[in-house]
């Protein structure tokens, strides 16, 4: 789907990801990422990557923005906006697809700064993926 194609929630949610990625503390890899998800009852919540000299405690954008939205107890999010400034727009990693997929994104709004867009759905991201059912 082209960016033209987007509906006014889709935009809304662009907008706010774009906004929030001038927030990110990217000062190793200069890779600044924003993202903002919709829950289940039409709120937008947005994250931002958060790099750390142990890189291994860097926290991706997407990440960010579901821990926030948990931690305001929302438990269902629809549909993630992600912009960065790579071209083509740049793609949650495979970690960030699962934690997507298992908070119910079904789909993936990706964009740059170039003003490209692509709309995925996240079973097209993440075939497979890992499914574990709690008792």
């Known amino acids: 789907m082209r960016g ?6 889709d935009r809304e949610l662009l907008a706010a990801a774009h906004a929030v ?3 990110a503390h990217a000062p190793y890899s200069r890779f600044r990422v924003g993202a903002a998800l919709r829950t289940a009852e039409g709120a937008v919540i947005v994250g ?4 750390n000299v142990v890189l291994g405690e860097t926290v991706c ?11 305001q107890g929302h438990q269902r999010f629809q549909v993630v906006a992600i912009v960065t400034d790579h071209r083509p727009a740049a793609s949650p990693c495979g970690s960030c697809r699962q934690m997507l997929f298992t908070w119910g994104v079904e789909r993936v709004i990706l964009a ?3 003003g490209e867009v692509e709309v995925w759905s996240l079973a097209d991201l993440l075939p497979r993926s890992f499914v574990l059912e709690l008792p």
């Open 21 to 23: 990625r001038l927030h």
């Open 48 to 51: 931002c990557n958060v790099e």
């Open 61 to 71: 954008a997407e990440k960010s923005a579901i821990v926030g939205g948990v931690s």
């Open 112 to 114: 740059n700064l170039s």
């Open 4 to 9: 033209d194609a987007l509906s006014g929630e």
